[in-house]
């Protein structure tokens, strides 16, 4: 069974704050992702990564960076958060071998800027 | 780019009733993998099911799609509404071109009345 779990789960900031996200994966799963969630845009990808030191850009990257130091883990870095920022984050990861697509998801971190 | 589209974002049904949720999808790709996810509440989102091959009816947990690439269509249908399927459901798609990205539509929270 897949497992990705993410830390703190819950994050109250203030704006111009530093927040970091962290995901680790066990699943020896190449690829991993950032999404936000929000209510009328649904699952939006921020970054992704198919392995140690690779980042590629999502579709909402603006106001984040990301950072993946090993296989299993991945952060996602807000180093000036805004009220815009807050949501709840989904990370994820995915084998990628081209036959199963299939993304496991965390449990989410919702994250508050105030 | 890639693009999916939910028409509904909020569907409201009474149980027992037939469900149809609407997905339409753009790619210039012709192997794309299209997906139904479902986040229930405080749980993750998770794959309920997948195609890539055109006309095929795809089943899963009581829900089934069909892939109809002539209409770019990959709607999710049940037969019988139960309670227990209140949830948000996402389509999604892969180009299948190999960088792994998939792109979510906005989802549809699905709301069954007794």
């Known amino acids: 069974e897949a497992a990705v779990t993410q830390s703190p789960r819950n994050k109250v900031t203030v704006t111009g704050g530093n927040v970091t996200l962290s995901c680790r994966q066990t699943?020896?799963?190449?690829?991993m992702y950032w999404y936000r969630q929000d209510t009328g845009h649904g699952l939006r990808l921020i970054h992704y990564?198919?392995?140690?030191?690779?980042?590629q850009i999502g579709d909402v990257p603006d106001g984040y960076k990301a950072t993946r130091t090993t296989q299993e883990d991945f952060f996602l870095l807000l180093e000036l958060a805004s009220p815009s920022q807050t949501s709840l984050y989904f990370c994820a990861s995915s084998d990628g071998l081209g036959v199963s697509y299939e993304q496991y998801f965390g449990p989410g971190t919702r994250l508050t800027v105030l | 780019g890639d693009s999916v589209t939910q028409k509904e974002g909020l569907v409201t049904l009474t149980e027992g009733l037939p469900v149809m949720l609407n997905c339409t999808y753009q790619t210039i790709y012709s192997n794309a993998f299209l997906f139904w996810y479902v986040h229930y509440l405080n749980e993750s989102p998770r794959l309920l099911l997948k195609?890539?091959?055109?006309?095929k009816r795809t089943e899963h947990q009581g829900f089934h799609a069909t892939l109809h690439k002539s209409s770019s269509s990959f709607h999710l249908q049940k037969s019988s509404a139960q309670l227990s399927d209140s949830a948000l459901y996402y389509c999604?798609?892969?180009?299948?071109?190999?960088?792994?990205?998939?792109?979510f539509g906005a989802g549809t929270k699905l709301t069954i009345k007794p």
């Open positions: 990564s198919y392995g140690a030191g690779n980042l």
């Open positions: 195609s890539s091959t055109d006309n």
């Open positions: 999604a798609l892969s180009p299948n071109y190999g960088n792994e990205k998939i792109t």
């Open positions: 699943n020896s799963h190449n690829y």
